[in-house]
């Protein structure tokens, strides 16, 4: 890698996420980013992507020491399941090669523990794919806290109906998850960084948690009741099993004044401001999409690789530890009859 030229990507793992959302997202930024080689344990499938993304039958491989052995290869970009982050993370740090992992950042907390040891031992920067820490509406919302008085209490709830022809459903590792928490991890860690990135980390939680849909292969369903680090007071609801539309609101209570972000519908999201001068409120139309978010983590991780300084990471593994590690304490908390629970430090 030259300065002018994009990074080389090498991807392990081309199955439907990497198909769907890492190839568009890598695509749409070829100045900084480009696929150098894939890898999957079936040579046949890696192929498949390969012609999808451009990449030369010589840059297919069947595991990661292969990848991490390619001088053409910048930094790896893991779609592996859960339980595999640890070993891929061990051996990309041993190659000298940077590493992107996705959400969440592992399968238990001992496992996410030893994850954020490992990045903290060394100069490469590791990161933790969750993109909606990239999402348009969080400074948009901080930016507003001001106008609120003293937050005291917010209610983040995301109810999704439940997808009987989602693709994912059929991926052995969602069928029987390892990962604590199934579905409510893999997609609630997600919810927690949207809220938390906007009012900082949960200290203590009281959670039950339910299965609804047996497709999920595990608790698919929690409400909590949460206190912040700063005191603030919040309630979170979260699951994607449910057969009503989407109802996803955010709502945020000051001593003055109330914030309201509603993406129920992504394409039309809004923001709004009601304050003890203005009860009719003011509308911001703030459009997001969790396409939007992908290409801005590859943006920062590339930074961060060329400029060789991870503490340009917005999603260090410290960050993503939190987030999974709110999910576990909910699992917690629910199987002892919803006793009060800390949230783990790393």
């Not at 399968?107 to 040891?117: D, F, R």
């Not at 991870?310 to 699992?331: N, Q, W």
Request: with cysteine; net charge negative; charged share 20%.
């Amino acid at each position: 890698m030259s300065a002018e030229s994009p990074l080389g990507v090498g991807l392990i793992g081309t199955g439907l996420f990497a198909t769907q959302r890492h190839y568009p997202a890598i695509a749409s930024i070829p100045t900084t980013v480009q696929f150098a080689a894939c890898a999957n344990r079936s040579i046949d499938k890696a192929k498949k992507f390969a012609s999808l993304a451009g990449i030369s039958d010589s840059k297919v491989y069947d595991s990661l020491a292969s990848l991490l052995s390619d001088p053409q290869v910048d930094f790896i970009d893991a779609l592996l399941p859960a339980q595999f982050t640890v070993q891929a993370v061990k051996d990309a740090i041993s190659a000298g090669k940077p590493i992107a992992i996705e959400k969440p950042i592992a399968a238990t907390l001992a496992q996410a523990k030893e994850v954020v040891a490992l990045a903290r031992s060394t100069e490469l920067p590791v990161a933790v794919l969750e993109n909606f820490v990239f999402w348009n509406v969080i400074p948009e919302i901080k930016a507003l806290l001001g106008q609120i008085g003293t937050v005291v209490y917010f209610s983040h709830y995301c109810t999704s109906p439940f997808n009987f022809n989602n693709q994912y459903l059929d991926t052995w590792w969602r069928k029987k998850p390892e990962h604590v928490g199934g579905f409510l991890s893999d997609g609630g860690v997600h919810q927690v960084a949207l809220f938390t990135e906007v009012l900082g980390e949960i200290d203590t939680l009281s959670a039950l948690t339910t299965q609804v849909r047996e497709q999920s292969g595990d608790v698919d369903t929690l409400t909590a009741t949460l206190k912040m680090k700063s005191g603030v007071l919040g309630s979170f609801t979260y699951t994607s099993a449910v057969s009503h539309p989407r109802i996803n609101k955010l709502s945020i209570n000051g001593t003055t004044g109330t914030i309201i972000y509603d993406f129920s519908d992504k394409a039309k999201a809004t923001l709004t401001l009601y304050t003890d001068a203005d009860k009719v409120g003011k509308i911001i139309p703030v459009p997001d999409n969790v396409q939007e978010g992908v290409p801005k983590e590859f943006e920062n991780f590339a930074e961060a690789v060329i400029k060789k300084d991870k503490s340009l990471l917005k999603i260090p593994t410290e960050k993503a530890f939190h987030h999974f590690a709110v999910i576990v304490a909910s699992v917690e908390s629910s199987n002892n009859g919803g006793t009060l629970v800390k949230v783990a430090e790393p």
